[in-house]
Nanobody, 125 residues
Framework: VQLQASGGGLVQAGDSLRLSCVAS????????VGWFRQAPGHEREFVAA????????YYADSVKGRFSISRDRAKKTVDLQMNSLRPEDTAIYYC???????????????????WGQGTQVTVSS
């Protein structure tokens, strides 16, 4: 599975961005896809994920109500719509995928096998 993340950019606080993660290879509808982010000097943290084929979405508390994750099975894409962006959302955003992650480990970067290259999101105040 290869992942390609795109859509980052420089925006002002309150603006919106839509990130896209395109999967190629043997990624199937049962694959869990997540978004993580990493700011300078910080560890990589969970943002959101779509869990397996059921497609239920999970979010970090810090982005609930502002971010929305969605999957297009036909296009093999998972998008992250980010609204009401804040300066603290500034980070490199990565998409990740796993065929075997369990629900209790959904927020752990170590549970994901495949990673995209990351896309920079910068939110100015």
């Amino acid at each position: 599975v290869q992942l390609q993340a795109s859509g980052g950019g420089l925006v002002q606080a309150g603006d919106s961005l839509r990130l896209s993660c395109v999967a190629s290879g043997r990624a199937g509808s049962g694959t869990t896809v997540g978004w993580f982010r990493q700011a300078p000097g910080h560890e990589r943290e969970f943002v959101a994920a779509i869990f397996r084929s059921a497609g239920r979405a999970y979010y970090a508390d810090s982005v609930k109500g502002r971010f929305s994750i969605s999957r297009d099975r036909a296009k093999k894409t998972v998008d992250l719509q980010m609204n009401s962006l804040r300066p603290e959302d500034t980070a490199i955003y990565y998409c990740a995928a796993s065929d075997s992650v369990i629900l209790s480990a959904l927020a752990s970067p170590n549970a994901y096998t495949y990673w995209g290259q990351g896309t920079q999101v910068t939110v100015s105040s």
